[in-house]
């Protein structure tokens, strides 16, 4: 089955392997008693450690008991388990130990199935020491680096995992700033008109809950939510003595009123993480039908959020009271709203807000008026 002297150790190899230490552990299966004891002198010499196994079953029994082998060696064995049942059942348990069969000639279609069946590599009888030290050291190395990269992927994955949470951790910091920024516009808003808040605020709770009932995903909410909070920041650069006027405008002041939508997206769009938010905000005033302001857009041109925003925002301005008019109840802005729907509204929206119970809209406000330092 093999020729050569078994105890001569000549390669540099073989003495780079005694010199290094190195003591890989290999399993030798075979039934036939000298071939399997002159294969592990063969390894012994040259620096491996080998321990040896008569059949499938023993050497399974080895590996059942939890040790560790670098490489596995095994004839196509004639026993209950046999060659290619031991290969199997060493996949399943240790798939990062390489196996080599050892066959002879007449074998070959047998290792070939075995190949298939997750081999390494093959050796066919007889064979030369140095046939065999080379197949070992190869099957070492393919070994060597299987762990080795998975080893690497496994860190990378940790160093992914260490960077997304310290990305999650910027971008929540981020989030937090832009809630700051969101206040601050509140804010300036406010010195202009202290309604203006409360009012930017219950638009904004109200949007919310209309968005929710439409199962909208929880960041396409908050993109919607900044949108509804500043969508009259444009007001900042509205005149007072209109903002402020009494009675109804003239068709001037309307016109003035009607460009808040515009300076409010020129306030937003310079800044990068706003866009979207600035699109709603320019877009709150459009109808449906295309009948609205400033750009007369209509159907799906206008924002998801611009449409959430404009029955929200005539649900508040309904059931608040104002300077020319008290305050009406929530089932009056349901059927003002339902009246104009698929004129100003989007009629999905409007069926969602209808579908809504009226409470939500009273505890809501409730909600809001009790907390004003609430952020968005």
């Known amino acids: 089955m093999?020729?050569?002297?078994?105890?001569?150790?000549?390669?540099?190899?073989?003495?780079?392997?005694?010199?290094?230490?190195?003591?890989?552990?290999i399993l030798v299966v075979n039934d036939d008693d000298p071939i399997r004891e002159i294969i592990c002198s063969m390894l012994t010499a040259a620096g491996y450690q080998c321990r040896e196994a008569t059949g499938g079953l023993n050497a399974l029994s080895l590996l059942l008991e939890s040790e560790e082998f670098d490489l596995i060696i095994t004839d196509v064995l004639n026993d209950e388990l046999g060659g290619i049942g031991l290969l199997e059942r060493t996949k399943e348990s240790h798939p990062d130990t390489p196996v080599v069969m050892?066959?002879?000639?007449?074998?070959?279609?047998?290792?070939?199935?075995?190949i298939r069946k997750g081999a390494y590599d093959y050796l066919l009888t007889p064979?030369?020491?140095?046939?065999?030290?080379?197949?070992?050291?190869?099957a070492l190395e393919h070994r060597r680096l299987k762990l080795e990269n998975r080893k690497y992927q496994m860190e990378l994955e940790r160093m992914v995992d260490i960077r997304t949470g310290q990305l999650q951790m910027a971008m929540d910091n981020l989030e937090r700033s832009y809630d700051i920024t969101l206040e601050g516009f509140g804010c300036a808003l406010a010195l202009k008109n202290a309604d203006?808040?409360?009012?930017?605020?219950r638009v904004t709770g109200f949007t919310i809950g209309i968005a929710r009932a439409m199962g909208l995903p929880r960041d396409q909410i908050a993109v919607i939510s900044r949108g509804a909070f500043l969508h009259d920041i444009g007001k900042i650069a509205t005149p007072d003595a209109i903002l402020r006027k009494p009675g109804k405008l003239n068709s001037d002041?309307?016109?003035?009123?009607?460009?808040?939508?515009?300076?409010?997206?020129?306030?937003?769009?310079?800044?990068?993480?706003?866009?979207n938010v600035a699109d709603i905000v320019y877009s709150h005033h459009e109808h449906y039908?295309?009948?609205?302001?400033?750009?007369?857009?209509?159907?799906?041109q206008i924002p998801l959020g611009a449409r959430l925003v404009a029955v929200?925002?005539?649900?508040?301005?309904?059931?608040?009271?104002?300077?020319?008019?008290?305050a009406q109840s929530v089932e009056a802005a349901r059927e003002e709203i339902q009246r104009w729907s698929e004129r100003q509204f989007d009629p999905d929206v409007v069926r969602t807000f209808l579908s809504m119970p009226e409470s939500i809209w009273r505890d809501l406000r409730r909600g809001i008026e009790s907390t004003p330092t609430t952020s968005v």
Do not use: W
């Open 2 to 25: 093999y020729s050569g002297n078994s105890g001569r150790v000549t390669t540099a190899a073989d003495y780079d392997a005694t010199l290094s230490g190195m003591k890989e552990r």
């Open 102 to 114: 050892v066959t002879a000639v007449h074998d070959i279609s047998v290792v070939l199935v075995a």
């Open 127 to 138: 064979f030369e020491r140095e046939q065999l030290l080379t197949m070992v050291r190869r």
């Open 196 to 201: 203006m808040q409360f009012h930017s605020k």
């Open 253 to 275: 002041e309307i016109i003035e009123m009607r460009e808040h939508c515009y300076h409010g997206y020129q306030i937003l769009k310079k800044i990068p993480s706003l866009k």
């Open 289 to 300: 039908d295309g009948t609205g302001y400033p750009r007369r857009l209509k159907g799906e």
């Open 312 to 326: 929200a925002n005539t649900l508040d301005a309904i059931t608040s009271d104002h300077c020319y008019r008290a």
